[in-house]
């Protein structure tokens, strides 16, 4: 991207992809702006079904990450046209559409491509007030940090592939990444939150790190109190990574401060890739415990997992 030519400027274009923030904003008017996103990727279940309804929330997360509202969705396709059941592909989007309607997101078309690996994913268009929009650059020093949802989906999709996985693992982790961002959404608008994100595929610390960094301030974590989903952490042990574990590790590079007090099996699902994981939320100190209060209405294991100091030698510091 660095060596693309600089966009013109745009006064209505609110958020850009400049601070690698979950959805683009643009303003349409005073008080009305779209919020846009796109995301797809291979499949992390062996259930095509679960695997469209999860893609859906996937792509839909990051409309709600930034507090609006999710209107529309373009279904992306990759799937080969030989060696697999066409039935499969029908299940992924049945899946998909089944979400997608019961959070009141209206399919208005899609492409599909002739391709061996399959994946799957939508562009999703949503609404929002200008005043409301919650984005990564937000968090001030003296925020606490707040995580909607437990992690460690990523090594539980490895164990998923390498047969190492319970069924209630899997299960568990099926229901988490089915529990949607739209009640995080909610609140942050009632609380009148300004610094949020969504965790995903940069796993917990390179989606903190993002924000730290978007918002020129430090965060510290604390890694005993990130809730982690039965399972994940002898996953870990196992070495049921994914990729991501390298890749996320070079992300942040030494902008990370890891104490060596730290279990390093705990380190690896701060590192873990996250599907249609929790809202990583910076709130007031003020208003950290009535809006933990109404997140756990529907967040039940939402916890307070850190807190927004000054800028320091890193940006994000791990204890």
């Not at 990759?78 to 039935?87: I, L, R």
């Not at 200008?130 to 490895?158: E, F, H, M, W, Y």
Request: with cysteine.
């Amino acid at each position: 991207m660095s060596e693309l030519p600089k966009q013109p400027a745009d006064p209505n274009l609110i958020v850009g992809f400049d601070t690698a923030d979950d959805a683009g904003v643009y303003r349409l008017h005073d008080d009305l702006a779209l919020v846009q996103t796109l995301d797809f990727f291979t499949p992390i279940v062996d259930d095509p079904f679960d695997f469209g309804r999860i893609s859906a929330l996937n792509s839909i997360n990051d409309v709600w990450a930034m507090a609006g509202t999710p209107i529309t969705a373009l279904a992306i396709t990759c799937f080969p046209k030989t060696g697999v059941d066409p039935a499969i592909l029908t299940e992924i989007m049945r899946g998909g559409l089944e979400t997608l309607n019961r959070y009141g997101v209206t399919l208005i078309g899609g492409h599909s491509v002739d391709n061996a690996q399959i994946m799957f994913g939508y562009s999703i268009t949503g609404v929002i007030n200008p005043n409301q929009v919650a984005r990564n650059s937000g968090a001030q020093p003296g925020d606490l940090v707040i995580l909607t949802k437990p992690i460690g989906t990523g090594v539980i999709s490895t164990g998923i592939k390498k047969a190492r996985a319970s069924e209630e693992i899997v299960a568990a982790s099926v229901e988490t990444m089915l529990t949607p961002g739209k009640f995080a959404a909610e609140a942050m608008r009632e609380f009148g939150v300004k610094g949020a994100t969504d965790v995903t595929g940069f796993a917990l610390l390179g989606h903190a790190w993002e924000m730290a960094w978007a918002s020129k301030v430090t965060i510290e974590i604390y890694a005993c109190a990130v809730p982690l989903l039965d399972g994940a952490l002898e996953l870990a042990e196992a070495g049921m990574l994914t990729s991501g574990d390298k890749t996320n590790r070079e992300y942040v590079g030494e902008d990370v401060e890891l104490s060596p007090g730290v279990d390093g099996n705990l380190i690896k699902l701060l590192f873990d890739p996250q599907t249609a994981g929790g809202m990583l939320i910076a709130v007031a100190e003020d208003k950290a415990e009535a809006l933990l209060g109404t997140l756990r209405e529907n967040y039940s294991r939402a916890q307070i997992i850190g807190k927004v100091v000054p800028r320091g030698s890193r940006s994000i510091v791990v204890s």
